[in-house]
């Protein structure tokens, strides 16, 4: 049975960072590409960042460029999304998401097969 379990949102000051976490259970996370996503309410979903299977190769929104960090460690089987400088409209749910996707697909939602639960977000100003 394929799972990703989130975990490692909450409140944060702008300015203060977060690590957020995708642990995934009946697969390793080298197996498929991992992205993370945000939706905040009245949003769609969102692209934040994400991580190759095939070579591990990195992608990451204009938004966040230089401020968060996708790194994978496979002995623990989970895929970490560092959040440094973050800012109010960082606010969202964060969900992580795993699938067999090519480097042009990895950032588009639908070519993710599995998602996680999702992590709230909340940056204060």
């Known amino acids: 049975d394929v799972q990703l379990q989130a975990s490692g949102g909450g409140l944060v000051q702008a300015g203060g960072s977060l690590r957020l976490s995708c642990t995934a259970s009946?697969?390793?996370?080298?197996?498929?590409?991992i992205g993370w996503f945000r939706q905040a309410p009245g949003e769609e979903r969102e692209v934040v960042s994400c991580?190759?299977?095939?070579?591990?190769?990195?992608y990451y929104a204009d938004s966040v460029k230089g401020r968060f960090t996708i790194s994978s460690d496979n002995a623990k089987n989970t895929v970490y999304l560092q959040m440094n400088s973050l800012k109010p409209e960082d606010t969202a749910v964060y969900y992580c998401?795993?699938?067999?996707?090519?480097?042009?697909?990895?950032?588009?939602?639908?070519?993710?097969?599995?998602w996680g639960q999702g992590t709230q977000v909340t940056v204060s100003s």
């Open positions: 009946g697969f390793g996370v080298d197996d498929y590409a």
């Open positions: 991580i190759s299977s095939s070579d591990g190769t990195t």
């Open positions: 998401a795993a699938g067999s996707v090519s480097l042009g697909g990895l950032g588009r939602p639908r070519e993710y097969d599995y």
